[in-house]
T-cell receptor, first 109, second 115 residues
Framework: SQQGEEDPQALSIQEGENATMNCSYK?????LQWYRQNSGRGLVHLIL?????REKHSGRLRVTLDTSKKSSSLLITASRAADTASYFC?????????FGAGTTVTVRA | DGGITQSPKYLFRKEGQNVTLSCEQN?????MYWYRQDPGQGLRLIYY???????QKGDIAEGYSVSREKKESFPLTVTSAQKNPTAFYLC??????????????FGEGSRLTVL
């Protein structure tokens, strides 16, 4: 069953702009992860945030986690054409990872 | 370089045939997973294995089978009992086992088309 749901489903932005996408989930989690998938490729891990953390940064990525609202956000700053991809949140509950349907981001040059 | 290798990348199958998708990792990871992805959708877990000679059903195991005879290998067989097998199949591995699933490392996927 899919635990996380991303919003929006699709996002189109100009190069240099910021992109923000959200993830909501239903049950308690151990951690939450974000992945990127380029078209027709495998997923690549971006960042992991634990349930006792509220914010995490990695390069141009900023992830927040609000366990009281069961939600997370991923911010990509100063977007580039190479950021065009689908982004998935995944929640860990016990032994397995459950993925949402993803947000498709298109960065226009 | 360490990583996960899936083969074949593209596979065509006639209805009624079984096919086996290969997944090999040299990351020395204990846990391995098979996911299915349909167009515009997220990933759904088919099977996972936390240790050699042991595996569990995921959310959509019907019509699929797996084996884990070696730590490095986790092949997936799509049987003729799978009603709608056309999909993109992704294999992944992780260091973590039960209760501590960390980062997943993915292969490049296998696209199966049933003719």
């Amino acid at each position: 069953s899919q635990q996380g749901e991303e919003d929006p489903q699709a996002l189109s932005i100009q190069e240099g702009e910021n992109a923000t996408m959200n993830c909501s989930y239903k049950t308690s989690i151990n951690n939450l992860q974000w992945y990127r998938q380029n078209s027709g490729r495998g997923l690549v891990h971006l960042i992991l945030i634990r349930s006792n953390e509220r914010e995490k940064h990695s390069g141009r990525l900023r992830v927040t986690l609000d366990t009281s609202k069961k939600s997370s956000s991923l911010l990509i700053t100063a977007s580039r054409a190479a950021d065009t991809a689908s982004y998935f949140c995944a929640t860990t509950n016990d032994y397995k990872l459950s993925f949402g349907a993803g947000t498709t981001v298109t960065v226009r040059a | 370089d360490g990583g996960i290798t899936q083969s074949p990348k593209y596979l065509f199958r006639k209805e009624g045939q079984n096919v086996t998708l290969s997944c090999e990792q040299n990351l020395n990871h204990d846990a391995m997973y098979w996911y299915r992805q349909d167009p515009g959708q997220g990933l759904r877990l088919i099977y996972y294995s936390q240790i050699v000679n042991d595996f569990q059903k995921g959310d959509i195991a019907e019509g699929y089978s797996v084996s884990r005879e070696k730590k490095e290998s986790f092949p997936l067989t799509v049987t003729s009992a799978q009603k709608n097998p056309t999909a993109f199949y992704l294999c992944a591995s992780s260091k973590g086992t039960s209760g501590n699933t960390g980062e997943l490392f993915f292969g490049e996927g296998s696209r199966l088309t049933v003719l």
